[in-house]
C-alpha cells in the first residue's frame, strides 16, 4: 500500500533555489514519487529569531507516494537535512536559519502523536507560508481534525 505524505520543504540559507531542487530529488529518491509539486514561494521569515536578522524563505509543497511508514519519512527527512547542511540548535526559544527544513505536514489522514513526531502539522493551520504552496498542490484535501479544507484554512487565515 502507498502511502500519501504531504512535505513542505524550504531555507534561506546559501543558494536556496539549488537547495530546494536538490531537497526535491532527494525526497523522490529516498522517500518516494514526487506525485505534486507547487511553484516555489519566497516569504519573510516567520517568528522570533531573537537577534538574528534572517533573510527571505524560499518554500516549496510536495505529495510524495511512499511505501515508507511516517516515521521512517521522518527519519530520512531528517537525514537530507543534515546533508544539505542543516545544523539543528539545542536553543529553543526562537528560530534560526537554515540551508533546508522538511516539515511533514500530513500523512494519509493519519494523526500522529509521539515525542518525536505529530502529525498533522500542529502550527501548519497558522502559516501562510505553509498554507499558500499547499493550497497549490492539494486545495481540498480536509485536514484530519480540524475538518476544514485547505483552500478553507487559507481563506480564514487574518491577513
Given amino acids: 500500500m502507498m502511502n500519501h505524505v504531504a512535505l513542505l520543504i524550504g531555507g ?3 543558494d536556496r533555489h539549488a537547495l530546494i ?13 514526487v506525485a505534486l509539486a507547487s511553484r516555489i514561494y519566497e516569504t519573510e521569515p516567520w517568528g ?21 511508514a511516517a516515521h521512517e519519512v521522518l527519519h530520512e527527512a ?33 494523526v500522529i502523536d509521539t515525542p518525536t513526531l ?4 500542529p502550527r501548519m493551520h497558522l502559516r501562510r507560508f505553509v498554507l499558500e ?4 498542490i492539494i486545495p481540498d484535501y480536509r485536514h484530519p481534525t480540524l475538518h476544514k479544507t485547505i483552500r478553507e484554512l487559507l481563506d480564514e487565515l487574518p491577513e
Fill in 12 to 14: 534561506n540559507q546559501g
Fill in 21 to 33: 531542487q536538490e531537497a526535491t530529488a532527494l525526497i523522490a529518491e529516498r522517500i518516494g514519487a
Fill in 48 to 68: 522570533d529569531f531573537g537577534d538574528e536578522k534572517p533573510q527571505p524563505f524560499l518554500n516549496r509543497a510536495l505529495l510524495v507516494e511512499t511505501a515508507l
Fill in 78 to 110: 531528517l537525514s537530507i537535512e543534515a546533508e544539505l547542511g542543516r545544523r539543528r540548535s539545542s536553543v529553543r526559544h526562537h528560530y534560526h536559519s537554515r540551508p533546508m527544513d522538511i516539515d511533514l505536514i500530513f500523512f494519509n489522514d493519519e
Fill in 118 to 121: 505529530t502529525i498533522p502539522h
Fill in 133 to 136: 504552496p499547499l493550497v497549490e
